[in-house]
């Protein structure tokens, strides 16, 4: 029998005890650089509507209607919408749905009192092909009233971003009423991978000075000092590569508020 066989696979060669890395919720956060942390972010956006087109004129030649968006399907340049009307006008409002020049089908798929649900299928709205563009999904319902979209999307402070710039370049006016950030975790290193990096800083090699070698972060993870070194090259091109692809996000970012403009300006 070796000097080796016998050992618990949890015991080293020299008979201390297998190192676990740290848990990364356990860790100071400037010992734990390969947690990568980036904001998802949520933006309530008043969009001016296109004139002549379907809602700004239903919204518009009835004011007492209110006009939900309930759900959006696409297929080439149309749309498929279920929308909630209800108000006092909605018996008048309805017909003109149907009749709008946008409008190919007209279902009413519920009715009651002064309420109705109706599926329509109509030219895709510019606000919906923004924001499709932009790969920001609008969070339903969202509501509009007299010509104006209020709507709730999310995304990246870039791809927000990115949806101003589509509805500038289709002639939307609009304003933010607020923008929320929230927090989301994602790593993009293999398990293994991770292991051996939060080992090599547990014990120190990237400190400047350097508190221990390549060869002694190998031998904590019992493995190769090639092996170790090409795990830890693969770690971190990851990290490079992927914090090169992440666009600006802004330092602070705003929770609550009016009119608050993306990246510096409001779109109006």
């Known amino acids: 029998m070796s000097a080796h066989e016998g050992r618990s696979d949890r015991e080293r060669v020299d008979g201390s005890a297998e190192r676990k890395p740290p848990d990364p919720r356990t860790v100071d956060t400037d010992r734990r650089p390969f947690v990568l942390i980036w904001e998802v972010t949520q933006a309530c956006i008043r969009i001016e509507l296109s004139e002549g087109r379907l809602k700004t004129d239903v919204s518009r030649d009835h004011g007492d209607a209110s006009l939900q968006l309930l759900g959006t399907l696409f297929g080439g340049d149309r749309a498929v919408e279920t929308v909630e009307v209800s108000g006092s006008a909605t018996a008048a409002c309805l017909p003109d749905i149907d009749a709008h020049p946008d409008v190919d089908t007209f279902d009413v798929v519920d009715r009651h009192d002064d309420r109705a649900t109706v599926r329509l299928e109509s030219l895709e709205p510019a606000v919906l092909s923004a924001a499709s563009r932009a790969g920001t999904p609008i969070v339903y319902p969202a509501t509009v009233t007299d010509g104006e979209l209020a709507a709730t999307v999310v995304g990246t402070h870039a791809r927000i971003s990115s949806l101003g710039e589509q509805l ?25 991978q991770e292991e051996v990096l939060f080992t090599a800083v547990e014990h120190g090699y990237y400190r400047s000075p350097r508190e221990c070698t390549l060869t002694e972060v190998a031998g904590a993870l019992d493995i190769a000092k090639s092996t170790c070194s090409a795990t830890l090259q693969r770690a971190e091109e990851a990290i490079v590569e992927y914090f090169c692809s992440q666009q600006r996000r802004p330092d602070q970012p705003t929770a609550g508020g009016t009119n608050v403009p993306i990246d510096g300006y409001s779109g109006g």
């Open 168 to 192: 500038r370049a289709d002639g939307l006016g609009f304003e933010v009423a607020y923008i929320h950030s929230d927090h989301d975790v994602s790593r993009v290193l293999t398990d293994r």
